[in-house]
T-cell receptor, first 109, second 118 residues
Framework: SQQGEEDPQALSIQEGENATMNCSYK?????LQWYRQNSGRGLVHLIL?????REKHSGRLRVTLDTSKKSSSLLITASRAADTASYFC?????????FGGGTRLMVKP | ETGVTQTPRHLVMGMTNKKSLKCEQH?????MYWYKQSAKKPLELMFV???????ENNSVPSRFSPECPNSSHLFLHLHTLQPEDSALYLC?????????????????FGQGTRLTVV
């Protein structure tokens, strides 16, 4: 069953703007992860945030986690055309790593 | 290259055929996963193996049969598939969370096998 749900499903922005994607989930988790997928390819891990963390940064990426609301957000700052891809959140609960439906991000040059 | 290799990259098969998908990882991980990605649907977790033992089976039809002979290799055996089984099949590996404790448990994905059932 689907654990995470991303919002919005699609996002189109201009190069240089910030992109924010949200993820909601339903059950308790050990950690939450964000992945990126270029069209028809495998997923690439971007960042992991543990259930006892509230915010994490990696380069132009900022992730927040609110376990009371069962939600997370991914912020990509100063976007580039090369950031065009689908972004997925995934929740880890024991052996299970469950993905949401993804946000399709298009960054226009 | 992520260290996870899937073969073949593309596969076309008839509904009466039997074929196998192969996944190999060289990362020293002890957990491996099969996911199905269909158009406009979320990634569906199919099977999870930890230390070569199947630990999760998400109500997958029996026409899909996984095999994990060792911690580096994972197969998905296919037989009498339906056209709706056409999808991108993704393999991933990670350290087993339960045994690794708080060790980083990100997953590394292969490039996938694009399966078309005709």
């Amino acid at each position: 069953s689907q654990q995470g749900e991303e919002d919005p499903q699609a996002l189109s922005i201009q190069e240089g703007e910030n992109a924010t994607m949200n993820c909601s989930y339903k059950t308790s988790i050990n950690n939450l992860q964000w992945y990126r997928q270029n069209s028809g390819r495998g997923l690439v891990h971007l960042i992991l945030i543990r259930s006892n963390e509230r915010e994490k940064h990696s380069g132009r990426l900022r992730v927040t986690l609110d376990t009371s609301k069962k939600s997370s957000s991914l912020l990509i700052t100063a976007s580039r055309a090369a950031d065009t891809a689908s972004y997925f959140c995934a929740t880890r609960a024991g052996n299970m790593l469950t993905f949401g439906g993804g946000t399709r991000l298009m960054v226009k040059p | 290259e992520t260290g996870v290799t899937q073969t073949p990259r593309h596969l076309v098969m008839g509904m009466t055929n039997k074929k196998s998908l192969k996944c190999e990882q060289h990362l020293g991980h002890n957990a491996m996963y099969w996911y199905k990605q269909s158009a406009k649907k979320p990634l569906e977790l199919m099977f999870v193996y930890s230390l070569e033992e199947r630990v999760e089976n998400n109500s997958v039809p029996s026409r899909f049969s996984p095999e994990c002979p060792n911690s580096s290799h994972l197969f998905l055996h296919l037989h009498t598939l339906q056209p709706e089984d056409s999808a991108l099949y993704l393999c991933a590996s990670s350290q087993d969370y339960v045994k690794a404790g708080t060790v980083n448990t990100e997953a590394f994905f292969g490039q996938g096998t694009r399966l078309t059932v005709v």
